[in-house]
């Protein structure tokens, strides 16, 4: 087997596997309640969270555990935008073009609740010009939410610029109903694709929510971490118990909360090395496969993830090539994973100006801890003769 969807999820790390076993089957208590088995599953769970704190150098109250990056983003943008409800007509939202559904769809959600939207338009690299960001925002702007690095062509955004933007403009403007409230605009990112191998320090990118992702990380699914500054106001968007501050109600995961702190550390132990090795991976694939007629590299050459390959095949569907590469055992993904029952071409890759046809070409390719050069060698070999037996039957008209 060769894996390169390691965007999509990764495989659980046996240290990480080895941490979570205790709570399945000795401290299985649940960490509400107090005699001594709850007590051992409580102090777990605290004890991750300072160590998942110290990680992001924030205070251990700022970090609330979730079931995951879509729900930590969810949390962040409807958390924000409830007080606005009422009157939502009245206020403004700035995302960008090529955001994860998680976060589009939710604007998109806000949108349809009265709320003015304004996407931000990128690059052909996938860029975004952080002065657009200054240009949008407005008196009434009460939530911008940006990408740290794109998902799927793994473009890496100027995050700490547009956080300083936004706090120097939080100086200089207010807005009218909160005008002694100097939490805003409120900034928030999704940083799922940069943990591993990106600065996370809160401090350093001048965030205000930011969302972390444990299946990312080599860590078990559906857990994940929210960043929330200690001055931001923000609603839970469940009902029930008093769990995670009264952020998010019900019974803790506790196996999952331990396992995803140990990722998380050995994320960051591993980062400086793993991604000196996957950036020599990555531009020798990028290389070879821009070697192939017709293919073109969709992200930013340099400001890229260290992992991710992104590469448009022309004249041929994308869907075919990962259904020939399925067949050889390599696992590759078209666009990005929540979407690969879609036969919708990817908004990302719209996004960067190629038309519909071009787009549905789209591959993506991301590597990870196990990569090797021979497995990529034999990626090279199977995804050229691929591309030659497709274009030789594609109906697509050529030029």
């Not at 956080?163 to 990112?189: C, E, M, W």
Request: contains cysteine; charged residues 25%.
């Amino acid at each position: 087997m060769i894996y390169l969807d390691h965007a999509a999820t990764t495989q659980t790390d046996k240290e990480v596997l080895k941490a979570m076993k205790p709570y399945y089957d000795k401290y299985f208590g649940n960490p509400s309640s107090l005699y001594a088995l709850g007590r051992e599953a409580k102090k777990a769970i605290e004890d991750a969270r300072q160590r998942v704190s110290d990680i992001l150098h924030c205070e251990p109250e700022e970090i609330i555990f979730t079931a995951g990056g879509t729900e930590s983003d969810n949390l962040a943008i409807f958390g924000v935008m409830e007080k606005f409800l009422t009157n939502s007509e009245k206020y403004h939202c700035i995302t960008s073009n090529i955001e994860h559904p998680a976060v589009l769809y939710s604007y998109k959600k806000l949108e349809k609740f009265g709320f003015n939207i304004t996407y931000i338009k990128v690059d052909q690299y996938g860029l975004i010009n952080p002065k657009d960001i200054l240009r949008a925002l407005r008196p009434n702007t009460v939530l911008v939410s940006i990408m740290y690095a794109n998902n799927e062509i793994g473009t890496i955004q100027k995050i700490i610029e547009i956080g300083r933007i936004i706090k120097n403009y939080r100086h200089i403007q207010r807005i009218d109903t909160l005008a002694k409230n100097s939490n805003y605009p409120v900034f928030h990112s999704d940083a799922c694709q940069a943990a591993g191998y990106l600065d996370i320090n809160t401090d350093d990118l001048g965030v205000d929510l930011m969302t972390l992702n444990g299946s990312k990380i080599y860590g078990p699914k559906q857990i994940g971490a929210l960043f929330k500054k200690k001055n931001i106001q923000l609603a839970p968007l469940l009902c029930g118990g008093s769990q995670e501050n009264g952020f998010r109600p019900g019974t803790e995961n506790t196996a999952s909360i331990v396992g995803f702190a140990k990722a998380l550390e050995l994320a960051e132990k591993n980062k400086a090395k793993e991604s000196i090795r996957l950036k020599k991976l990555r531009d020798y694939f990028i290389m070879e496969l821009l070697k192939i007629d017709n293919t073109i590299l969709n992200g930013h050459p340099e400001k890229r993830l260290p992992n991710n390959v992104n590469v448009t095949f022309r004249y041929i569907e994308g869907e075919s090539i990962m259904l020939k590469l399925d067949k050889e055992g390599i696992y590759v993904s078209t666009g990005s994973a929540c979407h690969s029952q879609s036969l919708d071409p990817s908004h990302v890759i719209l996004a960067l100006g190629q038309n519909s046809e071009d787009a549905h070409g789209s591959m993506r390719f991301t590597m990870g801890k196990d990569t090797t050069k021979k497995n990529l060698d034999k990626t090279i070999r199977i995804v050229k003769k691929a591309v030659k037996e497709l274009r030789a039957i594609s109906a697509i008209d050529k030029e």
